[in-house]
């Protein structure tokens, strides 16, 4: 079937906006992640949800991240107020077991 | 804190030589390491790893762990062009609310000169 999909591919928005971005998993896939990737640097874990359990935060830079996950469908990743620093790669992978499918990434661009 | 580090950060090399990445980790209830290639925007994977001393291997690549130790290793041998890329490795925890999580490494980035 259709892998992890993600939009937009990509976003320009200047600071101060608020910007949402959407992930579609591989159905059945109970979990689903998101990433950050700057430029030249290494994935950062931002959020996972499992299921129906409660979603680990633990990697949200600040209060202006958040993300929601409707079941076992799809997600999005709400950045508010956007500054400079949020530009990068977002990635999101969603996993039936250990295993990560990734999907293509949305590049958000803060002008 | 969870930490995965790499090296070298970067490596270039000539078609036909071999290389080898290393990876180093401390996770909390380390369960598995990963290996990912990524070339264009989304890593596609390469290995899993969960027990020590076991060769995992896919046609010239390969990759062992050592738990005792807390590294991996990913060699490639005969390499080629298309083999330029930056190679990932994470290592994912399990148990508790971190279940699943992965913590990666800054990657490796490996470019093959013909």
């Known amino acids: 079937g259709a892998g992890v999909s993600q939009s937009p591919s990509n976003k320009v928005t200047e600071k101060g906006k608020d910007v949402e971005l959407r992930c579609d998993p591989i159905s059945g896939h109970t979990a689903l992640y998101w990433y950050r990737q700057r430029l030249g640097q290494g994935l950062e874990f931002l959020i996972y949800?499992?299921?129906?359990?409660?979603?680990?935060k633990s990697g949200l830079p600040s209060d202006r991240f958040s993300a929601e996950r409707t079941g076992e469908s799809v997600s999005t990743l709400t950045i508010q107020r956007t500054q400079q620093e949020d530009s990068a790669v977002y990635l999101c992978a969603s996993s039936f077991a250990v295993e990560q499918y990734f999907g293509p990434g949305t590049r958000l661009t803060v002008t | 804190e969870d930490k995965v580090v790499q090296s070298p950060l970067s490596l270039v090399v000539h078609e036909g030589d071999t290389v080898t990445l290393n990876c180093s980790y401390e996770?909390?209830?380390?369960?598995?390491l990963l290996w990912y290639k990524q070339e264009k925007k989304a890593p596609t994977f390469l290995f899993m790893l969960?027990?020590?001393?076991i060769e995992k291997k896919s046609g010239r690549l390969s990759s062992i762990l050592d738990k005792k130790e807390l590294f991996s290793i990913l060699n490639i041998t005969a390499t080629q062009t298309g083999d330029s890329a930056i190679y990932l490795c994470?290592?994912?925890?399990?148990?508790?609310?971190?279940?699943?999580?992965?913590?990666f490494g800054q990657g490796t980035i490996l470019t093959v000169h013909p």
């Open positions: 949800f499992q299921g129906n359990s409660a979603p680990d």
């Open positions: 969960t027990s020590s001393g």
């Open positions: 996770v909390t209830n380390f369960r598995s």
């Open positions: 994470a290592g994912i925890s399990a148990g508790g609310t971190s279940y699943g999580k992965l913590t």
